[in-house]
Each structure stands twice: as C-alpha cells, then as structure tokens.
C-alpha cells in the first residue's frame, strides 16, 4: 500500500477514535515511544517547548484517557473533526512526514455546534504491517487562546 492511502487510512481511524469513539482506542494510533503535543501556532513558530498537552509515550496518552473517563470532571461534549489532505513532505520505506489541516468543532450536550480549533497536524509516521503508526504527533492551533474545555485530545 502507498504513504499515503496508509496516513490517509490512520488519519480516519484517528478522528473517529475521539470523535465517535471508543476513545480507547486513540493511543493505539501510536507507537509505545510516540511523542504528542499540542501547542499555538506562535509558540510553534518561536520554537518554544512546552505545551498545552505534552506526552512522551503511549502509556502518557492512556493515563489521559483513563482520567478523562474516571476523574476529570468536565461538561458534556464531543467533537467532529474536518481534515484536509495529509501533505507528503518527506517519504520513506518505513515511514513518512506528513502535514495535515484541521477543523475541530465542538457540540456541547444539546447546545450549539461552535468552531473549538484549527490548525494542523505536523506528523511522523512509522509503516509497520501495512499500517502507519504515529511517532510524533505535534499539534499546532492557529489561535492563541484555548478553551479551557480541552478534555478530549485533538
């Protein structure tokens, strides 16, 4: 299978992880080593470290989701992600760099539907078994100011 019908196919199954869940399954589009971060476009561009979500492993991402569903207390939500084409920058035989766009919008119980985060998605992959699996994952948001509802990953 080609880079990127494989990043094509793991972008699906990873927004319909957390946007339809089992929400379970989202760290297992990761490798046990995987990086994930989630950060502003200005802080990305002045090459600042930290990050409004930051984890180092995979066992990271799954304590995550082990407090969102046993000890953070939070109002209802959910998300549906729009994505735009993953960008092939660099291609390898067992991997490839990617970039990919986003819309994250937020329903909220029966409320509205709003805009919660653009931005994109600054990938590296693995390819293993027919599949690609995440190494690092840097999100980086457009906006500066972030909801303080970011609960569920992006």
């Known amino acids: 299978m080609d880079p990127f019908t494989m990043i094509t196919r793991a972008q699906g199954s990873y927004v319909r992880a957390i946007d339809d869940g089992p929400i379970e399954d989202w760290p297992e589009h990761f490798t046990d080593d995987a990086f994930y971060k989630v950060t502003t476009a200005d802080n990305h561009r002045r090459g600042l470290p930290a990050g409004i979500i ?14 969102l569903k046993e000890a953070n ?8 992600h729009l994505l735009g084409q993953p960008a092939l920058l660099d291609e390898r035989a067992d991997g490839a760099t990617s970039e990919t766009s986003f819309l994250v919008v937020r329903i909220t119980g029966n409320g509205p539907t709003d ?14 078994d027919g ?5 690092k994952r840097v999100v980086v ?12 990953p992006l």
């Open 54 to 67: 930051w984890a180092d492993n995979k066992a990271m991402l799954k304590d995550r989701i082990s407090a």
């Open 141 to 152: 948001c457009d906006s500066s100011r972030t909801d303080t509802l970011l609960v569920l």
């Open 73 to 80: 207390i939070y109002e209802p939500h959910s998300y549906r």
């Open 115 to 128: 805009v919660f985060a653009s931005g994109r998605y600054l990938d590296e992959y693995v390819f293993s």
């Open 131 to 135: 599949k690609a699996l995440l190494t």
